[in-house]
T-cell receptor, first 114, second 113 residues
Framework: SQTIHQWPATLVQPVGSPLSLECTVE??????LYWYRQAAGRGLQLLFY??????ISSEVPQNLSASRPQDRQFILSSKKLLLSDSGFYLC?????????????FGAGSRLTVL | KQEVTQIPAALSVPEGENLVLNCSFT??????LQWFRQDPGKGLTSLLL?????REQTSGRLNASLDKSSGRSTLYIAASQPGDSATYLC????????????FGSGTQLTVLP
């Protein structure tokens, strides 16, 4: 069976510090991968998605970047965090099979920037 | 670009009451619509998924309907319980190649004992 892991689950970082959130998927190959953010009082917003290694699409301009160094690994990064980067970050995956229409989410990473 | 709206933003009901949560979307070219539950500080729990060819799905006390032509979905909760208190999110899966899921901002439900 497929599983998705995110870490760390909780992170408190000072403004200006770097960030790295990691997401891995097990039990499948060549998944489509997604990063979403949920800011306080707002809905879930798609940040990045990837259909393959090294292929990243950004949905919104921001202080963050994403990378996919391996087939089942998706990393969300920042060189210098802003207060506005605080939020709940969710990784999700979907089978690349054309008929697959369900996204499965990880448990999330809560980031607080102070 | 798909936009998903949920009304009301918050709802408080006494235990035992039946209730309806509303979701609307602007682009009817969707593959499916999904309802999630989110408890405070937690991730998403998938409740019901309705394929674009379906009209409704049921799971226990939950029933979700989909009307693609009008761009609407509803989540009906029967005989509400305090344990149903959570934020309910609806999300529409687009028909693009990346199959992006667009979320509404949620309805925060409180069921009073």
């Amino acid at each position: 069976s497929q599983t998705i892991h995110q870490w760390p689950a909780t992170l408190v970082q000072p403004v200006g510090s770097p960030l790295s959130l990691e997401c891995t998927v097990e039990g499948t190959s060549n998944p489509n991968l997604y990063w979403y953010r949920q800011a306080a009082g707002r809905g879930l917003q798609l940040l990045f998605y990837s259909v393959g290694i090294g292929q990243i699409s950004s949905e919104v301009p921001q202080n963050l970047s994403a990378s996919r160094p391996q087939d089942r690994q998706f990393i969300l990064s920042s060189k210098k965090l802003l207060l506005s980067d605080s939020g709940f970050y969710l990784c999700a995956w979907r089978s690349s099979y054309s008929g697959a229409n369900v996204l499965t989410f990880g448990a999330g990473s809560r980031l607080t920037v102070l | 670009k798909q936009e998903v709206t949920q009304i009301p933003a918050a709802l408080s009901v006494p235990e035992g009451e039946n209730l309806v949560l509303n979701c609307s979307f602007t682009d009817s070219a969707i593959y499916n619509l999904q309802w999630f539950r989110q408890d405070p500080g937690k991730g998403l729990t998938s409740l019901l998924l309705i394929q674009s060819s379906q009209r409704e799905q049921t799971s226990g006390r939950l029933n979700a309907s989909l009307d693609k032509s009008s761009g609407r979905s509803t989540l009906y909760i029967a005989a509400s319980q305090p344990g149903d208190s959570a934020t309910y999110l609806c999300a529409a899966l687009s028909s693009g190649s990346a199959r992006q899921l667009t979320f509404g901002s949620g309805t925060q439900l409180t069921v009073l004992p």
